[in-house]
Nanobody, 128 residues
Framework: QVQLVESGGGLVQPGGSLRLSCAASGSIFSINTMGWFRQAPGKEREFVVAVRWSGGRTYYADSVKGRFTISRDNPKSTLYTLYLQMNSLKAEDTAVYYC??????????????????WGQGTQVTVSS
């Protein structure tokens, strides 16, 4: 089992920045891919970004390219922490943001069904 705990959400004005963190613990050696998803009220959970843990390849949703950046601790480190730097935030970025992890590779990285482990979520609100 893998436990994921997000932090760093909050209220920010349009154009502002936030940095989310996700700390992983447990059977972290099994993680192949980690990602961030978000879910706004009344909407389905939406892919934001993913990263292959060992190789570092990243995949971004078109809606966040150029504004959001995913990063991680050194893959050889005993600490598995994932980060999401969010810049130029817009009102439509408002959502609960979830960290997710999976032991699998493949092309499913943008689908929530491809992930086995989820954090509890952290609220991000972009409003003036």
């Amino acid at each position: 089992q893998v436990q994921l705990v997000e932090s760093g959400g909050g209220l920010v004005q349009p154009g502002g920045s936030l940095r989310l963190s996700c700390a992983a613990s447990g059977s972290i050696f099994s993680i192949n891919t980690m990602g961030w998803f978000r879910q706004a009220p009344g909407k389905e959970r939406e892919f934001v970004v993913a990263v292959r843990w060992s190789g570092g390849r990243t995949y971004y949703a078109d809606s966040v390219k150029g504004r959001f950046t995913i990063s991680r601790d050194n893959p050889k480190s005993t600490l598995y922490t994932l980060y999401l730097q969010m810049n130029s935030l817009k009102a439509e970025d408002t959502a609960v943001y979830y960290c997710a992890g999976s032991p699998y590779g493949g092309n499913w990285y943008a689908s929530p069904t491809g992930y086995e482990y989820w954090g509890q979520g952290t609220q991000v609100t972009v409003s003036s």
